[in-house]
């Protein structure tokens, strides 16, 4: 069965296919590190300490802060769900492509092949 994932990308009716997955790992790998590093820094601003100085009247450093760390979140969260309807698409198109290309051969009840 694992042969059959690459019998189904290098096969020619498969041409779209095998572009569509080559474009999503591509947009994956640019992604990930992308996703990575924005949440990174979100959850750095959110970490950072006001000083004491800094008196009620300024409490919209806490509200950037907070929204920062809510779109860090928002960015996550979208990747993630993102990444797993690809995944989910690439292997109901892979079933769909086994399930018509498959070879069934019945055996009678000595084990001798059926034609």
Known sequence: MFTSVFAWFFSP???????????????????LPLTVTCTLLGMR???????????????FLRFQQ?????FTVMLDVFVMT????RIQ???????HWYRRSEIVILLDYEGEPVE
Not at 15 to 31: K, N, Q, V, Y
Not at 89 to 95: N, P, R
């Open 13 to 31: 009716i498969n041409r779209r296919g095998r572009r569509i997955f080559i474009w999503d790992i591509l947009s994956f790998i640019f992604l």
């Open 45 to 59: 601003t959110l970490t950072e300490e006001l000083p004491p100085s800094v008196s009620k009247t300024f409490s």
């Open 82 to 85: 993102w990444f797993l309807v």
């Open 89 to 95: 698409y690439h292997f109901k198109h892979w079933l």
């Open 66 to 70: 907070f929204s920062i760390a809510m």
